[in-house]
């Protein structure tokens, strides 16, 4: 089966710039998840989508990230404007169920700002 | 909460040696575990898994035992090589479904 998509795999912009990035879930998986993992660290979880509704968004900085996925398919997160802060690399994965399985990664698109 | 502890990196082993990775964990009910690794410049990859008390998890030569009375699944294997050179992290899925996760293991395979 096709992986988890996403792109770009490489992005860089100037501090107060705005960026997006895609992310396309393997077929047939519910859930989705946005990831930040700043370097040198764990994963954090920024969003978590159950077909086309928010689950847990509770980290989340929202007055400046946004996400969505309104066919409850593909997803789009965004940053607006990007902060120094926000270098790092951002993971989309899904998962067929909330349960027992585990989870498949993307490749991750790597913000640099400056 | 939940939370997942596993031992500071990086580790640096000679090709052949025997590997271990610690992690213990802390969690209300039965939680599923996970390792996964991550290669230099890619994402992470599930290595392998257990979902309940004394499952072993294996895979590529790796494998990790849910120890319920020491609340451990800590990684092993037998003659790494220089190929295994990567970021392991242990995680946890609870009662939320979440992944919990470890800070991360960096492990360096000299030949």
């Known amino acids: 089966e096709a992986g988890v998509a996403q792109s770009p795999r490489y992005k860089i912009i100037e501090k107060r710039q705005s960026v997006a990035f895609w992310c396309n879930p393997i077929?047939?998986?519910?859930?989705l998840y946005w990831y930040q993992q700043i370097l040198g660290q764990g994963p954090k979880l920024l969003i978590q989508?159950?077909?086309?509704?928010?689950?847990?968004d509770s980290q989340l900085p929202k007055d400046r990230f946004s996400a969505e996925r309104l066919k409850g398919v593909d997803s789009t997160l965004k940053i607006q404007p990007a902060k120094l802060e926000d270098s790092a690399v951002y993971l989309c994965?899904?998962?067929?169920?909330?349960?027992?399985?585990?989870?498949?990664f993307g490749s991750g698109t790597r913000l640099t700002v400056v | 909460g939940d939370s997942v502890t596993q031992m500071e990196g990086p580790v640096t082993l000679s090709e052949e040696a025997f590997l271990t990775i610690n992690c213990t964990y802390t969690?209300?009910?039965?939680?599923?575990l996970f390792w996964y690794v991550q290669y230099p410049g890619e994402g992470l990859q599930l290595l392998l898994k257990?979902?309940?008390a004394d499952d072993k998890g294996s895979n590529k030569g790796f494998e990790a035992t849910y120890r319920k009375e020491t609340t451990s699944f800590h990684l092993e294997k037998g003659s790494v090589q220089v190929s295994d050179s990567a970021v392991y992290f242990c995680?946890?899925?609870?009662?939320?479904?979440?992944?919990?996760w470890g800070a991360g293991t960096k492990l360096i395979i000299k030949p």
């Open positions: 994965a899904s998962s067929f169920s909330t349960e027992n399985y585990g989870y498949t």
């Open positions: 077929s047939g998986h519910a859930t």
């Open positions: 989508f159950q077909n086309n509704g928010v689950v847990d």
């Open positions: 969690a209300t009910g039965y939680p599923s």
């Open positions: 257990a979902t309940k």
């Open positions: 995680a946890l899925k609870g009662s939320n479904y979440q992944l919990i």
